[in-house]
């Protein structure tokens, strides 16, 4: 599988991780992708895909593409074979400039690119992408689209710089503390949150704090969970493996089972961080 990335030029990325093209075989049929503080956009341009997100029984076909905003649960990810587009990785509060409804709306709720930017504008893309000559081409024609589409968001900064605080601190910083330092209310602080990043500070401190921890442990060696939980500022192993379940869908032990799964089977693949096979 084909995979590059990139930090895109100012002002997106403030906004933005990184915009990336993927390409050929995925590892497995189905991915399953824990809940993190990073929101979405995909551009398909092969067939369509699958998704089944938050409590959703079923999975739905998105032909077109994806946004959704930070999850709050573990979704799952049916991608075709071969599979073909450019996305972009947002940072918390990175999609709401792009959004046409506040970004609680696509919580655990993926939109299609139609939903988002209408079918006239997105057929017209994936029509460009598709003629682009190379991967770096495809990327300038997505950051070209992202620049036009941007646009000023009330309270942008201020979540900016909120959101920025619990992500420095791994999720561990007080949230009283931050509206006294944003001079803001609590009641206002949240309404912002749920507006542009989709979810509470409260809900974003967890997913940072539940990420850090994950994210530094070695699969590879031995593994004392209690101490997994003490470090990451949890009050008991108990609070940690509920917070597992919810966003990964799996056990502590499962989940470790599942990594060693994807490493064995699929060493250095470019797909070998975050996402999990699914069940």
């Not at 940072?91 to 006239?120: N, S």
């Not at 799996?250 to 699929?266: C, N, Q, S």
Request: charged share 25%; net charge negative.
């Amino acid at each position: 599988m084909e995979y590059g990335s990139r930090v895109p030029r100012p002002p997106l990325d403030g906004l933005i991780d990184d915009i990336y093209y993927l390409e050929g075989v995925p590892p497995y049929s189905r991915l399953m992708l824990p809940a993190a503080p990073a929101p979405l956009l995909i551009v398909n341009l092969g067939d369509p895909f699958l998704i089944r997100a938050g409590t959703a029984v079923e999975a739905l076909e998105y032909a077109d593409g994806c946004a959704v905003t930070t999850p709050t649960r573990a979704w799952e990810f049916g991608y075709p074979t071969p599979t073909r587009s450019v996305g972009v990785h947002f940072k918390p509060w990175g999609l709401a400039p792009f959004l046409p409804v506040p970004a609680a709306e696509l919580c655990d709720r993926p939109a299609t690119m139609e939903q988002i930017w209408g079918r006239p504008a997105i057929t017209e893309l994936r029509r460009r992408l598709s003629l682009a000559d190379a991967p770096d081409e495809m990327l300038m024609v997505l950051e070209e689209e992202l620049e036009r589409r941007l646009r000023v968001i009330d309270g942008l900064d201020l979540i900016r710089r909120t959101s920025g605080a619990i992500a420095e601190t791994g999720g561990t910083v007080p949230i009283s503390d931050l509206g006294v330092a944003a001079r803001a209310s609590s009641t206002y602080l949240a309404k912002r949150f749920k507006a542009i990043v989709g979810v509470t500070p409260k809900r974003l401190a967890r997913s940072y704090r539940f990420s850090s921890a994950v994210l530094a442990i070695d699969v590879a060696a031995p593994i004392d969970w209690g101490d997994v939980a003490a470090d990451a500022g949890y009050f008991d192993q108990a609070h940690f493996v509920h917070e597992f379940r919810e966003f990964t869908g799996l056990t502590p032990t499962r989940y470790i089972e599942v990594r060693r799964r994807f490493l064995r089977d699929h060493p250095g693949h470019a797909l070998d961080g975050w996402p999990l096979p699914a069940d």
